[in-house]
């Protein structure tokens, strides 16, 4: 309805016809006085317009009445507009247009548009945006900043946090879901989660790139953008762009230094049970199951002091963390040979006691123009990373707190506890302290160091005017090698063998090789522009891996795995290779700067597929129309409203390749009498496809009074079709599961952008950016619409993705504290029966609205910068209570003390007793928490120090920055004492840090 109002105000009042008239004519042309052809030239307000020759030159009648404008108007150019009174010779030239050029946006292969020419979805996000943002990973800087893109941890309690990262929804059942990141055109490996294949402990190959060293960082989300990225586009493509030189013939040195501190932010732990509070718990849970007091666990010894001791896990294993960063970047050269070099150290102490990063890192970029058509690109940047890992899991923060991470002396890690696990005798002995990681971290040897190299080489020939020819060979290398070793001292380093002592080395090599040639064609034929690209890809993809393990050694200091006892050693390899090749094509067409037409090509095969489904084909077209551009269009307040649609497909082929081939076991079992031999492993389907998913888009982008208000609005929907799924099928052929394409899923959602400028005065300016999406998932068919339950949630046909199916939680019954359910037809039940799950649509894991919102001050020399992200609406699951059940092992949260204790009670929490199943802490809608929330994320203050200052330190300029991160979160149902969706959230608490920044311009 909006959009016919605005529509309908563009058409003026039917014009009495004019008889008398005069002429303006004259050339049009650029600043270096070349003549432009096709510029649209219009008397504004009227449908009276032309276009100007292949020399520039134009025509145009006046009417005589009232006093008119002339409008001259020309892709990448400014707008001129003149007033006219008589005949006369007119001639004009026009300027570049900086805003324009500032919003060109890059699609890959060479293809890149302004946004006013897309007719596709494309977000992009400049290095100015995410420069104070912390800087140890690069898939964390986009959390809250793009429309329809989710991030989320994917492991709450590791020290090296894993993300999860959708576009526009989550589109596959077993197959990755990840977006496709690319830097510089070269595909780069991000292994299963975002984390490295083959080595135990997660380190993100994205925590390998400088975050310094990029320009910019494009999100493309519908087919218009992705189908051209076939096989691996459907989950959306990452664009990474690398900084360059600007080839002024200056020679420019910047340096940047930052510190910064970091705390766990408090109030986002879980609040857990003091030693006091514990002690309350335990005993009452252990009454109530009918045991003695003097048969209880845990008595007083010459091992432990358990009344007196009240440790705080947290404390224990979360200390002050410090982060510092140094980087030198120097630009030099001129149009012909220009040079950019960058280099970065980065070193974090992490909040998480032993666990550190430091990444060096070195980046060189050198241009050379050897002739007006030949011209070469070559980027090649080297990262080296060590990482020293302390994995705490969730156990070690529940330890119970009348335990001691050190014996009595203070300082060696406890290894064992004395107590008994008797009910009906109090009969202590020693046991195994598994419950603490204190002594892996303080004696273990637990590091990675890693060492990625991307570059590329490209080769550009400009054949005829606005003909090319590309050809970029590009590499990307990761090779990671894990060093373990666990000493007698600790658990893990205790074997059978007669010294102790373990050891593990494992190694990862993943390289990624690609090879585009390409042809690119732009050409403006008077008010028409055709755009063209016609090219070949090769990608080819090795993974191997190594593993050694040993024990038994002479001493904690000689740890290699030639040294451990010979009976101890076990060793194993693994190698993998894909290989694609695809044809790609794409056609952009505008006339007059009003319509816009894009299509796209791609036919791709994989070897990770047999020939029954090797080779897939992916298509799009996009149309847009900017209205403003319309001689009929006369909006005072709208300068720009344009819309735009596409459709088309691409796919997701991130599947194991033994699923289409199957594979066997090898190995010396009673198979062949004790001889190595084979076995099947798991069963081929040679029919097996990638997952195909269709897109379609449409969007309004609005401009209003001057563009002080701009406004994108963008509708999607992506239905994913052959969806790939594990499951068992008849026994005849295997008694494993088999990768099937089995179903159908269907993404919808809503997106808007809102920038504004809400102050602009030379002494005082305000800006607000702001982003919301919200998505619906569903699916829509399932293998003979079976479903597939979990626990907790369930794939099943018309439901949302991992919808919650849980038993509803009725409350407790107040006369005998016992908990209560309602059954499957909504009875009260007193019996937990994993029968009466049912599905929840009103308890939707999807928001009602998710994103961020920037708002930027400037005053004189300073800026600041407030940044939050929020959520509305949705639901998480999260069960951390147990109703006294395992009390005498864990520690619970505060809210269990507010148990029922009385018949007339009434209470949240059952009567707790220790080992019996009531089954109140299973799952159900008891544990369901509001994801609504929001997060002051970052707050910067920046100081412009002045010129005259600079001059005299002869600076070219400087500024200084204090940084806050993860400053504050904030959640309805957030308490000083007992957990919400704030404290569950973020289990191992949300760290806090505040740093100081200085970069200096030379």
Known sequence: MLLCLILAATFPPQLKAQIAKYTVSGTVTDTKGDPLAGVFVYVKGTENGTTTDLDGKYSIGIPVSGTPVLVFQYIGMENQEVKISKSQTLDIKMKGDNTLEEAVISAGYGLAQKR????????QVNSEQFKTLPASRV?????????????????????????SIR????????????PLWIVDGVPIYTGTQGSLNGVSYTVSPMSFINPDDIESITVLKDAATTSIYGADGANGVILITTKQSKGDGHLHVSASMKYGISRVDKSTLIKLLNAEQWWTLAKTSWVNAGYDLAFFPYQDNEYNDYTTTDTNWYDVYMGTGNMREFSINVDSGSEKAKHYLALNYYGEDMVRKGNDQQRFSIRDRSQFKFNKRLSLDMNLALSYNINNIATVSDSYFRTIPIFSPYDLDGVTPRLYNYYSDATDSYSPSLR?????????RDLSDNQQRGMQFDGNATLTLDIIKGLKFTSMFGVNAINALELLYYPKTTLDGQTSYEQDGSSRRAGVFDFTWNNIDRFNFDRTFGSHRVGALLGIEFVNTENRTLNATGSGFAN????????????SRKGSSSATNSRSLSYLATVNYSFANRYYFSASYRRQGKSGFSTYARWGDFTSVGLSWNVHNEAFFNVPFINRLKIKTSYGNSGNSRVDSGAAYGTYTYGSGSYYGGLMGATQGSAPNPGLSWETTYITNVGLDLGLFNDRIDLQLEWYDKYTKNLLYDGRVSSIITEGKVTRNV??????????????RNIDTPEFKWTTDFNGSVNRNIIRKLYKGTHTGFFDYVWMENASKDAWWLSRWAGVDPSTGAPMWLDADGNVTFVFDYNNRVLLPQYSKEPNLRGGMRNIFTWRDFTFVAFFTYTLGGWDFRSYGQDGYDIISFNTVVEELDYWKEPGDVSNNPKPIYKESTGASRSSTRFLYSKTSLQLKNLVVTYNIPKSFCNKLSLSSATASIIGD??????PDQSRTRNSYKTMRFPGGLTRSVSAQLILNF
């Open 743 to 756: 179903g159908e899923m269907e993404n919808q959602g809503f997106e808007i952008h809102l920038n504004t």
């Open 556 to 567: 904690d200091h000689i740890k290699e795995i030639t040294y451990s006892i010979d009976a």
């Open 966 to 971: 993860n400053v504050y979160m904030w959640t």
């Open 432 to 440: 195994k302290f598994v419950y603490s990681g204190v002594a892996n």
């Open 139 to 163: 898939d964390n800087l986009l959390q809250g900043m793009v429309p329809g893109l989710d991030i989320q941890e994917g492991d709450y309690t590791t020290a090296r946090t894993r993300y």
């Open 116 to 123: 006013s020419d897309m007719t596709g979805s494309a977000f």
């Open 167 to 178: 576009v526009r929804g989550d589109a596959s059942l077993n197959a990755s879901s990840e």
